[in-house]
């Protein structure tokens, strides 16, 4: 219940049906708000608790100065928690963690449950091994099911075992499509009240969901666990940007390229930790599909989020994807009572403006690495020929000519050229060069959910097939979309054959190439791109392109829309000017332009208009947690507890609750404590946290190798998050990380001061020795430390290591927040010092005196640290709220969550 100091409680009535609401109106200074911290204001003052949200929050937030930077700490309660397989599967390991903690402390274990609705989709895992043919999609889907068994059996059993869990099971869509199809509420109803729609996703791109006036973003495991488990987010009120949108988009130009120009502003405007909101009178000629696909791409430009106001067009896409009225009356009710509705004419105030001209967008790609390096597409072959010569070695003596005269016949203006012939596997030959395009993908949520772009890429197949025109042999296609509803208005429509014909067969619903998944290119290709150390490209319609993640074979990648991905396949290389160049010949051997198969605005409306209903949301919606038979037939336990398999290597039972008690354990100072690693500045959570692939001479590879896993299967730290013994293997192991203990080193490597001499060793195997010693561990960092995207591990496994401790110059907030959540004591130095000018070289043992004052119920504000080498400093305290305090004094966030829940 909320205290309602502001007496903001009210009834609003749609229809039959009343709702409590919490009326904006009452908090002076509301109205002038930007929407997004409008949502933000509602959400206090439905949940002032009078201790973690105070009046005195909610007053800060009304009176909010938008030229400040950002210093006032509130607590965000989001309204659900949405998660990806890859990272969502260590949430639920914790929830079936806890389940047996309860039992064992004489609970009942159906108590633990999530507070908050939690819905995961399995969209991480499939892999485009097979295309170009019909049964790609079967095969795939096969294929995913045999790598991933046990995952997907401990996902199916948490559907089974908790209330307020969903999992959208394999071969159903990408979870940023499926969340604004069908599970995005934009106004939420629970318990009798109506409030906005918010969430936590365990995904950077949930900011998707903006686009349908629903503030989310994407967090890490502990954040979202802790949503789940209704506790609130902490977070600074933020800056927000105003984006203002005047005019409409020209014919010929697309979302993509209205996005791509938008991420090239923003990113050069600067908009990392801020909020972006547009308006404006060009918000309204923005379509639904649209506003999406800007949101999505809110990380590529560095936003926390990027949202849009409600309006018609919001109410329209609701009942298209087969809301029922009632909630959209609600949602239009709700959003005129509260301001939330979209005002053309106003100007919200905002902390920094920008604005765009729709009218201004041209056509567009982004590469080759970087989302915001937008390229105008009739500058993109001359701008390949420049940025070609930065992945290719001139090196003639080796008899690989890279930069022949401009006359040579194999040559354009002297672009960097490598003619290298492939034998397929009929027999016949090829020849490919530096910048042929290798993968071309319609893949991933950023446009894969716009209907717009989709019906284009099909169109352009469809007139490329009538002219005779195919795919060139050397190029691997791939149609990945984010829901079955793309696949059933491209069959209404009559479109499949075309793109199959042209080799963009189904190859699954999920993220495919976007994340890395584009699987192997066909043999021959690889062997020549090897060999001949090309530099070829991949296009597709994802939101990242960044160096080594579409394919480890391809060196240049080019983000563009779904039309333009299937005309550079037709084409085959980037050094193509396909605005002016022939792409291929038709049947009577005359040149084909991208003008002769582009189809027009009218003809793609045309489709979207008779091709796209409300019968098809419903029908691809209507059972969409039920799975297929192959997920219906997985065997998985019955009870409420999970039966943990002490031979898997993927899902394994952490130990966070070994010899926890209903009583918390005092707080007590921590002596005798020894340096695990002492770091520079600017160490972020990628340094920290496994990730990447497992290589075999490391604790992880040993591990698996130990457990019968061969090398070919070790799969990534990725897919195995759900077993804390090979992640923890993987914490400080990054290649790039330098610990300043152990000079002359990089990567996971500490001195073990257990040992005589205190050798060079792996930071896990030390630490294994510390814990068996009872020693403490203590980390020592610089400036920013946490910095970076909000990652579980980082926390989970500095905790699990036997870290008892970190003393930074100054934090990243969610690492810190998260450092608490795991029971892990966050100190700042002193203003001013650091451990260099403390003279510190990690080698001390140290002590922290003053921990006790957490029992007394306050949070003292130093507390004294000192070493054997004499150094002594009052070190800062970093729980910052009332909440961190109850956390950190019960042992962590899970622990205190678990002992709320037994006692209720």
């Known amino acids: 219940m909320s205290a309602n100091s502001f007496d903001a409680r009210s009834t609003l009535r749609v229809g039959d049906e009343s709702y409590e609401i919490f009326r904006l109106d009452k908090v002076e200074g509301a109205a002038r708000l930007p929407y997004s911290l409008k949502v933000l204001l509602e959400n206090l003052l439905r949940t002032e608790d009078g201790a973690n949200i105070t009046a005195d929050h909610i007053r800060a937030l009304g009176g909010w100065d938008s030229q400040a930077q950002p210093s006032q700490e509130i607590q965000f309660t989001p309204a659900r928690v949405i998660m990806q397989d890859f990272t969502g599967v260590p949430c639920v390991v914790d929830l079936a963690t806890m389940r ?87 106004v939420m109803v629970r318990g009798g009240q109506a409030y906005p729609d918010t969430l936590v996703g365990t995904d950077s791109h949930t900011t998707m969901v903006n686009g349908l006036g629903v503030l989310g973003w994407g967090v890490g495991g502990i954040e979202a666990e802790a949503a789940m488990l209704g506790q609130p987010v902490s977070m600074l009120i933020p800056r927000v940007v105003g984006f203002k949108l005047t005019g409409e988009l020209k014919p010929g130009t697309t979302a993509t390229d209205l996005v791509l120009t938008i991420t090239e502003m923003l990113r050069k405007h600067g908009v990392v930790g801020k909020f972006v909101e547009f308006y404006g009178e060009g918000v309204a000629a923005t379509s639904l599909a649209n506003r999406a696909t800007i949101g999505n791409m809110s990380p590529e430009f560095g936003s926390t989020a990027a949202i849009f106001p409600i309006d018609d067009e919001t109410l329209k896409y609701l009942r298209l994807t087969g809301r029922d009225e009632q909630q959209v009356a609600l949602v239009e009710a709700y959003a005129k009572e509260q301001g939330l509705w979209l005002d053309p004419a106003a100007e919200p105030d905002f902390s920094e403006k920008l604005e765009l001209d729709l009218a201004t967008v041209v056509p567009s790609i982004a590469g080759p690495k970087r989302p915001q390096d937008r390229i105008v597409l009739a500058n993109a072959a001359e701008k390949f020929a420049q940025d070609v010569r930065n992945y290719v070695e001139d090196d003639d003596e080796a008899g690989k000519e890279s930069f022949p005269a401009s006359d040579s016949p194999a040559a354009a203006n002297g672009v960097p050229t490598r003619p290298t012939t492939v034998t397929a596997p009929d027999g016949s030959t090829y020849e490919i060069d530096h910048g042929a395009v290798t993968v071309a993908a319609i893949t991933s949520c950023t446009n894969t959910s716009n209907p717009y772009v989709m019906v284009a890429a099909a169109l352009v197949a469809k007139k490329a097939v009538e002219k005779g025109l195919t795919r060139k042999p050397w190029v691997k296609t791939t149609l990945a979309p984010g829901s079955k509803v793309v ?25 495919t190439t976007c994340i890395g998944n584009s699987g192997p290119l066909p043999e021959e290709v690889s062997k020549a791109v090897n060999e001949h150390d090309l530099a070829v490209t991949s296009v597709l319609s994802g939101n990242r392109n960044f160096e080594g993640r579409i394919n480890p074979d391809v060196k240049m990648n080019y983000l563009a829309s779904p039309p333009l991905v299937v005309a550079y396949a037709l084409a085959g290389s980037m050094k193509v000017n396909i605005t002016k160049d022939a792409l291929g010949t038709d049947t009577e051997g005359n040149p084909v332009f991208l003008k002769d198969i582009w189809p027009t605005e009218a003809e793609v409306n045309d489709v979207v208009a008779n091709a796209i209903g409300e019968d098809m949301f419903n029908k691809s919606y209507q059972d969409v947690f039920a799975g297929d038979a192959q997920w219906q037939a997985l065997s998985i336990p019955t009870g409420n507890t999970f039966e943990w398999d002490p031979q898997s290597t993927y899902v394994r039972k952490p130990p966070y609750f070994e010899g926890m008690t209903m009583e918390t354990t005092p707080v007590s100072d921590i002596s005798g404590a020894r340096v695990l690693a002492k770091l520079g500045d600017s160490v972020t959570t990628d340094h920290i946290s496994p990730a990447g692939a497992i290589k075999a001479d490391t604790p992880a590879g040993q591990y698996l190798t130990e457990h019968g896993v061969e090398r070919r299967d070790f799969n990534s730290y990725g897919s195995r998050r759900g077993n804390h013994e090979v992640m923890i293997r993987g914490t400080f192991a990054n290649i790039r990380l330098r610990n300043q203990i152990a000079p002359g080193t990089e990567g996971g490597y500490t001195r073990d001061f257990t040992q005589d001499g205190a050798p060079v060793s792996f930071i896990y195997d030390a630490s294994q020795n510390y814990q068996a010693a009872g020693t403490p561990l203590v980390i020592l960092a610089g400036k920013e430390y946490g910095s970076g995207s909000s990652r579980d591990w980082a926390a989970k496994g500095t905790a699990l290591l036997g870290v008892k401790a970190v003393i930074a110059e100054s934090y990243e907030r969610i690492h810190r927040s998260n450092l608490i959540g795991m029971g892990v004591l966050p100190l700042q130095f002193p203003e001013g010092t650091s451990a260099e000018s403390l003279g510190l070289t ?18 003292p504000r130093t507390v004294k640290v000192t070493t054997d080498s004499g150094v002594e400093f009052d070190a800062v305290v970093r729980i910052d709220t009332p909440g961190e305090a109850d956390y950190y004094r019960n042992g962590g966030i899970m622990q205190y969550v678990l002992r709320s829940l037994i006692r209720k």
Do not use: M
């Open 487 to 511: 696949t059933d208005y491209f069959d209404k429509a009559g479109l499949t054959p075309y793109l199959d014909k042209v080799g963009f067969n189904l190859v699954g619903y999920g993220c």
């Open 842 to 859: 990690g080698e001390e043992t140290f002590s922290f005196s003053g921990v006790t004052e957490l029992n007394d119920g306050t949070t």
């Open 100 to 186: 047996e903690a309860v039992k064992e402390l004489g609970g009942d274990p159906a108590k633990i449950n999530p507070l908050a609705p939690a819905e995961l989709v399995i969209d991480h895992s499939v892999i485009a091994d097979k295309f170009g043919t019909k049964d790609a999609f079967g095969q795939n889907v096969e294929l995913e099911y045999g790598r991933n068994k046990e995952r997907y059996q401990f996902l199916r059993w948490g559907q089974t075992a908790f209330d307020e869990f969903k999992v959208v099971p394999p071969g159903t869509g990408i979870v940023h499509q499926v969340n604004i199809e069908h599970l995005a509420r934009t």
